[in-house]
């Protein structure tokens, strides 16, 4: 019990930093779907076109940390935008499918192009307030954990803001709970689509200049990114943004109290076998409407 | 009827004279080498591709002075992907052909096991790092791995701590969650009792993870003296910042040389200063006079620092090189099991070790005979207690 109280600061600390990386990966799951009912599971990679961006304007080119963040994410949103525009908009009339695999196929083909462009090795960022750790409660963190948590709320604000003050974030709710009836009201779903995609390359951008000190320019990340941040989005609930970021936070507490107080090995078994417990009993999620 | 019965014959021996002429090997031609490592995947930039550029060196070496008996050795590259399956394919490729005499790679030690049947079925002498255990257990007769194994490497990081710390010692281990990594931590935890200390921790990772933190948290509160890291590259980075958020500098360091490898060095800089590794040889070492040498004519042809994984690509090609000669020197013919039999007997003094082969001995170098290295604000050292 003593062991226990000594790590669970510790612990609760690092699974709220990882779990606020998973509810932004989450969050652009609920920002696809919404616009598209697509399950987008490049959306990891698109995290590491931003990690690989924020390695080259902040360590490469050594650019201000006050330019490397917007230029990061207009790149990420440029080069998803082409992305989009070149794979998945052509398939918009497809059987639902078909979108799905190419979405796993193009992460794939990130991947590669990026091993191909940039090299397979992964890169470190530094930190952008040292790596001097703070002692709050018991915990070490790292100044790090604040800008990844920062970011998480100024995103959520800001999306708060799209989705309930701007035309396309309202029309792309409405798109999302009624499909065929925004193209009846003349919504144009692929305009939708684009700008779903689009502003889930914005987030994926921002997201990836902020947590890149944590987990590092990794080519390889990509596909664990998506698969945690579809469970974070499906165990909440993919219909509501507020859902799939509790949801990504939930599975970011989880796994690093698993692995803290039982094993790391266990991760990954609790974490996707909740998931499908969850699935089974309630299909929209915890926090979802009840079907 | 009876010239027909000749005619028949004389054919039947003219396609045999054919397809054996086919099968043997050019006398005048050259000495291929197959060279199967990572290209691309988890492995390639940090050891297979250093790996394949000296081993490359060292053929261009050998050929710039003539080859063997006049015949140039001429390497036939496949990419393993850090995968077994492609690594497979491979070593069926290459095991066909006649002309092939040798095997270096693959690079992991899940690949090497795969590939197993086909070397032993095509006797076909492979040089390889992957030090998992099985490969030298039994059935190894055309095996040879150029680097410490599993187990002597072990027994080396746990004798320095042993060394530098004393008895009394509580070890704890973080390793990667597969069969090498799993294999590499219970060998040091039923080794260390030998070494005067207990197993206080036993923690993993898998590939992707990026912070250590928990498997950190669990390994401080456990009172861990020493850790025995089994971590390259990412893995490396992610246990040393934890070691540094946690407050935990105290810790004796030690692992294989993917600790402080170029990769980990990149990523993690001066937060794995002082970690205790075993390596072919410590790249810095002001007394190893085989290094310069060899770190101006790698730059030279590759622009390139030398790193670990070009000296053991080096070594390797080298170990060929040098058992072809004394075959040829003895007036033998260059086959696979000529060459087998002198690797076999091979004494060989690489660029900072030194293997004894025998015939009941595969396993690369020997305790003593491993260089323990330290590193230092991007210089690794011989490690002294």
């Known amino acids: 019990m003593t062991f226990v109280l000594t790590i669970l600061p510790q612990l609760i600390a690092t699974g709220i930093m990882i779990g606020a990386i998973y509810a932004m990966l989450a969050l652009c799951f609920y920002v696809v779907h919404a616009g598209t009912g697509l399950i987008n599971f490049a959306q990891g990679d698109f995290v ?71 090299g397979a090795q992964p890169r470190s960022v530094p930190h952008y307030s040292g790596d001097t750790p703070i002692l ?49 009201i003349g919504i144009n779903a692929n305009l939708i689509s684009f700008y779903a995609f689009g502003l889930s390359a914005l987030i994926s ?17 990509g596909l664990d990114f998506s698969l945690k941040g579809f469970a974070g989005a499906v165990l909440g609930g993919i219909d509501k943004p507020h859902s799939a970021v509790l949801g990504g936070l939930f599975i970011g507490i989880l796994e690093t109290l698993i692995a803290g107080l039982i094993s790391s090995e266990y991760r990954n078994l609790f974490v996707f076998g909740i998931l499908m417990l969850v699935l089974v009993l309630r299909p929209n999620g915890l926090l979802g409407a009840r079907s | 009827m009876q010239s027909r019965q000749w005619m028949r014959s004389l054919m039947a021996a003219s396609a045999v004279l054919v397809i ?27 050891f297979g591709i250093p790996s394949s550029e000296g081993a490359i060196l060292a053929m261009e070496e050998i050929n710039a002075k003539g080859g063997i008996g006049g015949r140039k050795l001429e390497v036939v590259s496949r990419d393993d992907r850090t995968s077994i399956q492609p690594t497979v394919i491979a070593f069926q490729e290459l095991s066909q052909d006649p002309d092939l005499i040798a095997m270096i790679g693959p690079t992991t030690s899940g690949a090497g096991m795969a590939v197993r049947q086909i070397i032993n079925d095509n006797k076909l002498p492979e040089l390889s790092i992957a030090y998992g255990t099985a490969l030298t257990q039994s059935n190894f007769k055309y095996y040879y791995r150029v680097g410490p194994s599993l187990e002597t490497g072990n027994q080396a990081l746990l004798n320095a701590i042993q060394k530098h710390r004393g008895d009394g010692q509580k070890l704890a281990t973080l390793a990667l969650s597969d069969a090498g ?93 002082g970690v205790v590794f075993w390596d072919y040889a410590c790249l810095d070492d002001p007394n190893n006079t085989n290094l310069p040498p060899l770190k101006t004519s790698y730059k030279a042809r590759f622009n390139k620092n030398l790193s670990n994984g070009a000296i053991n690509g080096y070594d390797m090609m080298r170990m060929v090189g040098t058992s072809l000669q004394a075959l040829f020197d003895e007036k033998k013919p260059l086959t696979r099991e000529g060459l087998n039999d002198k690797l076999t007997q ?36 011989p490690w002294k207690p």
Request: proline share 4%; with cysteine; glycine share 10%.
């Open chain 1, 48 to 118: 590491v076109i931003g990690l690989i961006f924020v390695w080259t304007f902040f360590v490469g080119m050594n650019l201000p940390l006050f330019i490397v963040i917007p230029m990061t994410v207009i790149a990420t949103g440029l080069v998803v935008a082409a992305l989009e525009r070149l794979t998945i908009a052509p398939l918009r009339n497809q059987d639902p499918i078909i979108p799905l695999l190419v979405t796993l196929a193009l992460g794939i083909l990130i991947r590669s192009s990026i091993q191909l462009i940039w």
């Open chain 1, 136 to 184: 709050i409660g018991g915990a070490a963190i790292m100044a790090q954990a604040f800008w990844i948590i920062g970011g998480t709320i100024l995103i959520l604000l800001a999306l708060y803001f799209f989705f309930t003050r701007t035309m396309f974030g309202l029309a792309m709710r409405g798109a999302s709970s009624d499909r065929e009836g925004a193209q009846v």
């Open chain 1, 205 to 221: 951008g921002a997201t990836g200049a902020i947590i890149a000190p944590v987990v590092n320019a990794d080519p390889f990340i």
């Open chain 2, 20 to 46: 054996s002429g086919a099968q043997a090997q050019t006398p005048n031609g050259p000495i291929k080498i197959g060279l199967v490592q990572a290209q691309t995947g988890a492995l390639a930039d940090s």
């Open chain 2, 181 to 273: 990594g799993t294999d590499g931590a219970r060998d040091a935890a039923n080794r260390a009792s030998s070494f005067g200390m207990t197993v206080v921790a036993s923690e993993n990772y898998k590939y992707g993870d990026t912070d250590f933190t928990a498997q950190l948290t669990r390994i401080k509160a456990s009172g861990a003296t020493a850790l025995l890291s089994l971590t390259q590259g990412i893995a490396t980075n992610a246990m040393a910042r934890a070691v540094k958020q946690l407050g935990m500098q105290d810790l004796m360091i030690v692992g294989p040389n993917g600790l402080a490898d170029a990769q980990s060095e990149s990523l993690a800089g001066d937060l794995i200063n």
């Open chain 2, 346 to 381: 091979l004494t060989f003094n690489g660029i900072g070790s030194k293997y004894e082969f025998t015939p009941e001995w595969h396993n690369g170098p020997r305790l003593e005979q491993i260089p323990m290295c330290s590193y230092q604000s991007g210089k690794r050292l």
